[in-house]
């Protein structure tokens, strides 16, 4: 199973920045999708973002659409999360995810998973 590992998450102020950045040690396909989703205590995980590996086609939740960039280094294998603006809304787990078929916006279509990192908004 494909080894997900993220980093860059943080403590940052309300209108602050940070980069979230996820490596995997496995050959990812063009046909993969790599995405972000994040966990809030006591809510549901939910999808934030995903990119096409191949073409880099992105996707985006309503709630970041605007102010959360993905994108992905195939030569590196790695996937980050740019996050500008950020909200109190944002603090979260997040986590990234690899889905070997395609596209999807819920996280049981995901097969892989990293274990994720806090990201808290605070003023």
């Known amino acids: 199973q494909a080894q997900l590992v993220e980093s860059g998450g943080g403590l940052v102020q309300p209108g602050g920045s940070l980069r979230l950045s996820c490596a995997t040690n496995?050959?990812?396909?063009?046909?993969?999708?790599m995405g972000w989703f994040r966990q809030a205590p006591g809510k549901e995980r939910e999808f934030v973002a995903a990119?096409?590996?191949?073409?880099?086609?992105?996707y985006y939740a309503n709630a970041v659409k605007g102010r959360f960039t993905i994108s992905r280094s195939t030569a590196q294998s790695t996937v980050d999360l740019q996050m500008n603006n950020l909200k109190l809304e944002d603090t979260a787990v997040y986590y990234c995810?690899?889905?070997?078929?395609?596209?999807?916006?819920?996280?049981?279509?995901?097969?892989?998973w990293g274990q994720g990192t806090q990201v808290t908004v605070a003023s």
């Open positions: 496995r050959r990812i396909y063009s046909s993969h999708v």
């Open positions: 990119i096409r590996w191949g073409v880099g086609n992105t």
């Open positions: 995810a690899l889905n070997l078929h395609g596209l999807a916006t819920t996280a049981n279509e995901y097969d892989s």
